[in-house]
């Protein structure tokens, strides 16, 4: 599984100088579906985050579902707050 090698949303409570979920999920969309913002920091004490499922079946990366990718990046923008930006339409 990728792992997740940059989260510039700020704002999300797993991200602490880093992604601190243990999983990410991207939908279909190409939002991270874990992003949440509760105003409680959540996650592991260090920074492991990868991503465990992808639902954007048009991503070249994507494979039976699951994220091919070396790593992936996670910024704001999409129809959400957190979007992959390593989504390539293909």
């Known amino acids: 599984m990728p792992h997740v090698a940059d989260c510039a949303v700020t704002d999300c409570s797993y991200n602490h ?4 979920a243990f999983a990410v999920t991207i939908d279909d ?3 991270c579906a ?3 913002d509760i105003g409680t920091r959540g996650g592991l004490d260090r920074v492991v985050a990868q ?3 992808c639902q954007r079946t048009s991503c070249q990366f994507n494979t039976n579902l ?3 990718a070396d790593a ?3 910024g704001p923008g999409g129809s959400g707050t957190a979007n992959c930006l390593t989504f390539v339409e293909g």
């Open 17 to 20: 100088d880093g992604c601190h």
């Open 51 to 53: 991503v465990g499922a």
């Open 29 to 31: 969309d190409v939002d």
């Open 72 to 74: 992936v990046r996670i």
């Open 66 to 68: 699951e994220c091919g």
């Open 34 to 36: 874990t992003f949440i």
